[in-house]
């Protein structure tokens, strides 16, 4: 090897490689993800994990980045999560640890119906990360095309309904989304609840269907109000329709 070559000695490479592994297997994510989600290609990462290829320093900080783990330390020491102190969500999010919910961090496309047009699709994406600080999930929205109505909140894992939780509480107001746990493709269904802007300076109360996926599920996704028009439009309306149609939620109203 080249002096000054930016790659990891045989044995931080193992190490690396082995931990890479476990992380796959643990969070319950294909390779393909892993690569999408760290910007890589899906060859560069099956190479490296085979030892056909070490890992540079650039795949490296990718994959920590998508991962949220350090992968490196001096001497080739163990591994250690990032942002990860010890302890458990509070009881009122069902006290959870990260390394029981640890499966749920990632970046998903998020769907809903347009509220301003019937027949379109809104799109953006939700990141859900663990704040070591607060030691809880939080979630954070972007690529929204109203970016001012962005949500931010905690994650809220309890172990009686078997759903999950995404709770915004902005000086008492609340927003909320109940989901599924994720499928074997990772999609996750629900409800969200919220206020609608009306006429004017008023909101009204509305519920509506929503649908998270990996992110990596689209190479090009598109976000924003995604009409008929669109490439994606058929298949956003296919996976949105899955959490009426499939018993995911429903909608309850007088006879």
């Given amino acids: 090897m080249v002096q000054g070559d930016p790659y990891l000695s045989d044995h931080q490479n193992n190490a690396v490689a082995e931990r890479v592994r476990e992380e796959i297997a643990r ?19 099956e190479k490296a994990l085979s030892g056909h290829r070490p890992f540079t320093l650039a795949t490296i900080i990718r994959l920590e980045q998508a991962m949220g783990v350090v992968l490196r330390e001096a001497g080739g020491a163990q591994t250690t999560p990032v942002n990860d102190k010890p302890g458990h969500a509070p009881e009122e999010l069902g006290a959870y640890s990260r390394a029981s919910v640890s499966w749920l961090e990632g970046a998903y496309l998020t769907l809903r119906p347009s509220f301003g047009d019937p027949k379109a699709i809104f799109a953006y994406c939700t990141e859900i990360a663990w704040n070591g600080e607060s030691t809880r999930l939080n979630f954070m929205e ?10 931010q909140g905690s994650v809220s894992v309890p172990h009686l309904s078997g759903h999950i939780y995404l709770v915004t509480n902005s000086s008492g107001q609340y927003r909320m989304t109940i989901l599924s746990r994720p499928s074997i493709t990772g999609e996750m269904f629900g409800l969200l609840t919220t206020l609608r802007a009306g006429q004017g300076p008023h909101l009204t109360p509305v519920s509506t ?8 599920a689209f190479q090009k996704p598109s976000y924003g ?7 994606n439009h058929a298949a956003y309306s296919s996976i949105l329709s899955k959490a009426i149609a499939e018993n995911y939620a429903g909608f309850v109203g007088l006879g």
């Fill in 27 to 45: 969070r319950r994510i294909s390779r393909q993800r892993l690569a999408n989600d760290a910007r890589i290609s899906l060859s560069t990462l």
């Fill in 142 to 151: 972007r690529e929204r095309s109203d970016a001012s109505f962005s949500q």
């Fill in 209 to 216: 269907p929503l649908a998270l996926l990996p992110i990596s």
């Fill in 225 to 231: 109000r995604v009409t008929a028009g669109d490439e």
